[in-house]
């Protein structure tokens, strides 16, 4: 997302469990004990996201995306939410990747805050969160992502009017 304007910037920080908590959970399997299966030439790490979804009709679904990496820093022009379900996005290798959201003030986005992860975490925005787009950076990156299905309309969009740059923390 690239843009002229009066932009405003914010720093990312490392993603954590607490900091997120306001806006979903993290998916780390740092987070739970693994348990064994398949006669031990296994390790499940189990529950590691709720995935709410609401609606008539409403299921959760599972898919692939491969996505495209974002120029640093990033010109953050629009978010967009989700009120019928969460969304989980899992990378598939351990590359770290941006995550941008922001508080709801009145059902508007309030000033976003900026999270990059660690390798091999991912991320369950909470129902009704909102957030940036799925922002690899570096390099492409494929993700699975867990989310709802079915009817209605499941996606809110925002855009500011003047951009906010986000900028990765300084040494990464």
């Given amino acids: 997302m690239t843009g002229p304007g009066a932009a405003r ?3 990312a920080q490392p993603l954590t469990a607490a900091a997120f908590a306001p806006f979903g959970q993290v998916i780390d399997t740092a987070e739970v004990a693994a348990r064994p299966m398949n006669a031990g030439m296994a390790r499940r790490f189990h529950d590691l996201a709720a995935v709410e979804v609401i609606g008539e009709g409403a299921r959760v679904v599972v898919g692939l995306v491969e996505a495209e990496p974002y120029a640093l820093p990033l010109w953050l022009n629009l978010v967009e939410r989700h009120p019928l379900g969460a969304q989980a996005f899992v990378p598939l290798n351990a590359a ?10 009145a059902g508007q ?4 805050q900026a999270f990059v992860t660690a390798p091999h975490q991912g991320i369950c925005y909470a129902r009704n969160i909102w957030h940036g787009v799925l922002t690899p950076f570096g390099a492409a990156q494929d993700f699975v992502v867990i989310d709802r299905g079915g009817p209605g309309d499941n996606l809110e969009e925002h855009v500011f009017d003047a951009p906010w740059i986000v900028q990765l923390p300084t040494g990464r």
């Fill in 9 to 11: 910037t914010i720093i």
């Fill in 96 to 105: 770290p990747f941006l995550v941008v959201v922001c508080p709801d003030e």
């Fill in 109 to 112: 986005p309030g000033k976003p």
